[in-house]
């Protein structure tokens, strides 16, 4: 903390009006499984530091990676901010309060030692070989302890540490020119306050899921065209919420490109959907933002309608009427894309509310559709128009599961789809940040 905060003070020796130095440091041991066997054991560290500075209301942003050199990032940062245009600076301000102007959190998450994560790899690729033993298998397993550290020369000074543990299996198959992949895992933090099973439990979960996807694609069935119901499980839910989420954007509202820029407190979805962002939970615990703002639950739609959009320190500054008439004040969610991004909005936690029923009990619910769990290529733009390929994705006659569907691709608008949402199941699982249910949509086209 104490370099940063000299690279703060050295910056200020140099005429600099305002500055912020954003780190991340990391360490980790990730063991990799390859070809059914343990191939590589890692140990890696890594630190970068990036530094936004002000100059004569200028900025600049310079990064550097490892060991810090203070004068050469200062230099960089204001030769950078020597080609920019003049902006207004709005940096977070620490509130003093009796105690103390930092905000520290305590470290969470626990260590698993690595002898333990092989062993987590073995045993699965042993069960799945078992039952199926022409598959070949491959795993990444990895404990890894992060550091994020804010502070500016507004007096901020706030950091947070967490170690998780993350879990990835893939299961390939060839049967002649017939190729099957899948793939799953998850990301958690080890807590004794998380009530969650323990890390073996867990990864047995994730292969039991896995081989009951084997199971289901034993058999090739015909592919189904025209518009029929679609089931998508939480694996493949995102291609929906990641276009919620750019519509949420209130960069996007003040661009005028989000369709729903004049839909505050109007019915933009289903009822059935409700969605809120829960900075709070884990394993994506978040307590603020790459700006130093605190985060905050944010109720974005509910029951259908849309409550308000989520902004970072620019949009509230770019353009202040507007920001208030949509309610885009800012609201904690300047996120950095990498270190060398400035930051610009974007959500954290986003969990969609359940329905009711497991995703055997969605399946159940098609007399004839196709279920999606993994899907190639991009999703949507924001526009909501798509087309892609089914990467995994398997017929259902009757309530049941027939066989794979393969060369099939499926096509839509995603705002459409979010008006015909037949059913969410309390399948609740996490999918990058997103925590979200199976769903089952109607009107989407499958084209083969």
């Not at 360490?27 to 890696?44: A, C, D, I």
């Not at 690595?114 to 042993?126: D, F, K, P, R, T």
């Not at 320190?313 to 885009?328: E, N, P, W, Y």
Request: charged share 20%; aromatic share 8%; proline share 5%.
């Amino acid at each position: 903390m104490s370099q940063l905060e000299t690279l703060l003070t050295l910056a200020k020796r140099k005429g600099i009006e305002d500055a912020e130095v954003y780190q991340v440091k990391s360490q980790s041991r990730p063991v990799f499984f390859e070809g059914n066997r343990l191939k590589q054991l890692e140990s890696s560290q890594s630190e970068g530091t990036a530094l936004r500075i002000w100059r004569n209301g200028c900025p600049g942003l310079a990064v550097a990676y490892g060991q810090v050199e203070a004068e050469t990032l200062i230099n960089k940062a204001i030769t950078l901010s020597e080609i920019n245009p003049p902006e207004t600076v709005e940096l977070t301000k620490q509130e003093i309060s009796a105690t103390a102007n930092k905000n520290i959190y305590s470290p969470i998450g626990e260590t698993l030692p690595v002898e333990y994560l092989i062993e987590l790899g073995q045993n699965a690729i042993a069960k799945i070989r078992d039952l199926y033993p022409e598959t070949v298998c491959s795993a990444e397993l990895e404990c890894e302890t992060e550091t994020t550290t804010l502070v500016n020369t507004q007096g901020l000074c706030c950091q947070y540490t967490e170690t998780s543990f993350s879990y990835y299996l893939g299961v390939e198959l060839v049967r002649g020119e017939d190729f099957l992949g899948i793939y799953d895992g998850e990301y958690t933090i080890e807590t004794p306050e998380s009530n969650l099973d323990s890390p073996q439990v867990r990864c047995e979960h994730i292969v039991d899921g896995i081989v009951k996807r084997l199971e289901w694609a034993q058999n090739n069935a015909s592919p189904l065209t025209g518009k029929v119901p679609v089931l998508f499980t939480a694996n493949a839910a995102s291609l929906l919420w990641d276009v919620v989420c750019m519509a949420l954007n209130g960069k996007r509202v003040i661009e005028g490109s989000s369709p729903w820029s004049d839909s505050v407190g109007k019915l933009v979805v289903s009822p059935s959907l409700t969605i809120q962002q829960q900075p709070d939970l884990l394993p994506y615990r978040c307590p603020f933002d790459d700006e130093g703002t605190p985060t905050q639950t944010l109720k974005l739609i509910t029951a259908g309608k849309l409550e308000q959009f989520y902004c970072d320190h620019g949009v509230a500054r770019s353009d202040r009427v507007m920001g208030r008439k949509l309610g885009c004040q800012t609201t904690g969610n300047g996120f950095r894309p990498d270190l060398g991004s400035y930051p610009t909005p974007g959500l954290v936690n986003c969990t969609i509310q359940p329905g009711s029923g497991s995703v055997f009990d969605l399946i159940k619910q098609l007399d004839r559709g196709i279920v999606v769990d993994q899907i190639l290529g991009g999703g949507a733009d924001i526009s909501g128009d798509f087309s892609i390929n089914v990467d995994l994705g398997y017929r259902v006659e009757m309530g049941k599961i027939v066989g794979r569907v393969k060369d099939t691709a499926i096509a839509g608008n995603v705002y459409t789809l979010l008006k015909e949402i037949v059913a969410l199941g309390d399948d609740l699982t996490w999918s990058g940040y997103y925590h979200t249910p199976s769903v089952i949509v109607e009107g989407l086209s499958v084209i083969a």
